[in-house]
């Protein structure tokens, strides 16, 4: 593939994906008929939802974090102060901030406590026979108008909005972790959410400091969905004789702090999987069974020291090599950059054909503020008008004849044939939809 110039102004495209996200389409949401949110529950107190309860308490909005356990619930809360703690001395603010911040948040043991809530934030672990039996009970217990809303990174959220009576008041809000500090919200707009919902949420993204991005209802939503897509071709490419280290040192080359081993090693090889899993990473489960689940046990893909530093393993090179049968190879970095990005970019057209983003741009916000995307990369579609649909298609193409999943997009295709950018595209975005509920002016 050619070299993209090195003169592309990609911190303008940024500024302006950036304002461009904040805007939905299709909706004229004039303050005064938003729907307000002066209080937030929040189920769960782990990770996600403790760092979901520090971003609405640093932002003056208070919060009623719920658990079923008093020992989580203490637990949870403790975490908050310490984090809140640990940045005050730090001097990010005064130590009466920290006192100040946790006086806006409410411990509570039934959702009971939720009744006054204007936004209520589900953020229990993804099952979702778990997530819609609480949607349930909060369609009994939160008051008429209030938001409710799941922080699920991937379930269907149609299905959640299913089990309550209120569907229209259903939209996920997809924090990243950890969610006091990265700014990236994916706003899920289910098929009933009503429009002064969207707007609310939207609105309030902006208050509480984070970026903004309206996506729809598909497995993983935008930015997992491209995820999984460069997954699989990471181990692919294990099973054709790269290891971890190989892959990893390309992509942190391109421009990304941590390679795909490195972020699995850091997240927890175990998320999502229990002892005798089979699933789509059989080299990931092999290690699991072995113990090796990241950087909480010293060990995963990489061996890390008593400072969480990493070598390469012998124990992962030996273990790929019998799992793969593969012989140890080699390919130049530029190589397994494209072979890993192409196909983000083909899945992010078929994401805009489908009509899950509302732009182009905004596949970049997304890639750029929860995903480490390198600025000066401008994030996966100014990067790929800067490649040319020509070589993605080419490099999706051979990719295809051993993975069918690597079929190109027709508008890919289109591109190819016909000339043209991705950040151009309109394959008619999302659709606005105006439902039961609604309070936004036509």
């Known amino acids: 593939m050619p070299t993209p110039p090195q003169n592309a102004d990609a911190a303008t495209h940024i500024a302006k994906a950036t304002r461009l996200a904040a805007v939905v389409d299709g909706l004229a949401a004039a303050p005064s008929r938003l729907r307000p949110v002066l209080s937030v529950g929040i189920i769960g107190a782990g990770t996600m939802g403790g760092g979901i309860a520090m971003t609405f308490a640093s932002a003056g909005i208070p919060v009623t974090l719920v658990e079923t356990a008093p020992e989580v619930l203490d637990r949870g809360v403790s975490i ?161 004789g790269l290891m971890p280290w190989d892959i990893d040192a390309a992509i942190t080359g391109f421009g990304f702090k941590m390679g795909p081993y490195q972020m699995s090693d850091l997240a927890g090889l175990d998320i999502g999987w229990t002892t005798g899993a089979k699933t789509h990473s059989p080299i990931r489960d092999a290690l699991c069974e072995m113990g090796r689940r990241g950087q909480k046990t010293g060990a995963g893909f990489y061996d890390y020291d008593d400072q969480r530093r990493a070598t390469p393993s012998d124990v992962t090179a030996r273990l790929i090599r019998k799992m793969t049968g593969a012989a140890p190879t080699t390919l130049p970095p530029d190589e397994i950059v494209e072979t890993l990005l192409a196909p983000m970019v083909n899945e992010a057209v078929r994401i805009l054909e489908e009509n899950k983003a509302q732009r182009p741009s905004d596949i970049d916000v997304v890639w750029l503020n929860g995903y480490g995307f390198p600025p000066d990369k401008g994030g996966p579609m100014f990067w790929a008008d800067r490649i040319g649909a020509g070589p993605l298609l080419a490099r999706m193409e051979r990719l295809a004849k051993d993975d069918p999943a690597c079929a190109p997009a027709p508008t890919l295709r289109r591109l190819a044939q016909d000339g043209g950018s991705f950040l151009d595209l309109d394959l008619g975005g999302l659709v606005t939809r105006r439902t039961p509920g609604a309070t936004v002016d036509p």
């Open 80 to 240: 908050v102060r310490r984090n809140y703690q640990a940045s005050a001395d730090k001097g990010r603010f005064p130590q009466s901030e920290v006192e100040t911040r946790m006086a806006r948040l409410t411990p509570a043991l039934d959702m009971a406590a939720l009744a006054d809530c204007d936004l209520i934030i589900e953020a229990v672990f993804e099952n979702m026979d778990l997530k819609t039996r609480i949607f349930a009970r909060l369609d009994s217990i939160a008051k008429d108008g209030a938001i409710l809303a799941t922080n699920t990174s991937a379930l269907d959220i149609d299905q959640i909005a299913a089990a309550t009576r209120r569907p229209q008041d259903v939209i996920g809000l997809h924090f990243f972790s950890p969610a006091n500090v990265m700014k990236l919200l994916e706003i899920v707009r289910a098929e009933q959410t009503a429009d002064d919902v969207v707007a609310t949420c939207m609105d309030l993204a902006g208050r509480i400091g984070k970026v903004p991005v309206l996506v729809g209802v598909c497995d993983g939503f935008v930015g997992n969905r491209m995820l999984a897509a460069r997954r699989e071709q990471a181990n692919r490419l294990l099973f054709g």
